[in-house]
């Protein structure tokens, strides 16, 4: 099991900056493929940045260069830099942990991009 806290969430304008942050419970932590997920209001969620085991990143292509992934098994969290922000990306943004066939949630931060 792994406990998955999330913050840094918050409103901020259009052209904006935010950076969540996810804190793991698991000291195993580094053995986990790590992610970001958002879920809008009616849509699906969808992976918007996700890091390997060793420090592989991937991201959505409406996030490609403008958001950054990081992680510091040293301390158990996983960082998600977002700039340039855009109303599109309002959402509530989970954390996740996966390895092998399980996957962990976190709760979700709130992020509105509003004028």
């Known amino acids: 099991q792994v406990q998955l806290v999330e913050s840094g969430g918050g409103m901020v304008q259009p052209g904006g900056s935010l950076r969540l942050s996810c804190a793991a419970s698991?000291?195993?932590?580094?053995?986990?493929?790590m992610g970001w997920y958002r879920q809008a209001s009616g849509k699906q969620r969808e992976l918007v940045a996700s890091?390997?085991?060793?420090?592989?990143?991937n991201y959505a292509d409406s996030v490609m260069g403008r958001f950054t992934i990081s992680r510091d098994n040293a301390k158990n969290t996983l960082d998600l830099q977002m700039n340039s922000l855009k109303p599109d990306d309002t959402a509530i943004y989970y954390c996740?942990?996966?390895?092998?066939?399980?996957?962990?949630w976190g709760r979700g931060t709130q992020v509105t991009v509003s004028s």
């Open positions: 890091i390997t085991t060793v420090g592989i990143r």
């Open positions: 996740s942990a996966q390895r092998a066939a399980r996957v962990y």
């Open positions: 698991r000291s195993t932590f580094n053995t986990y493929v």
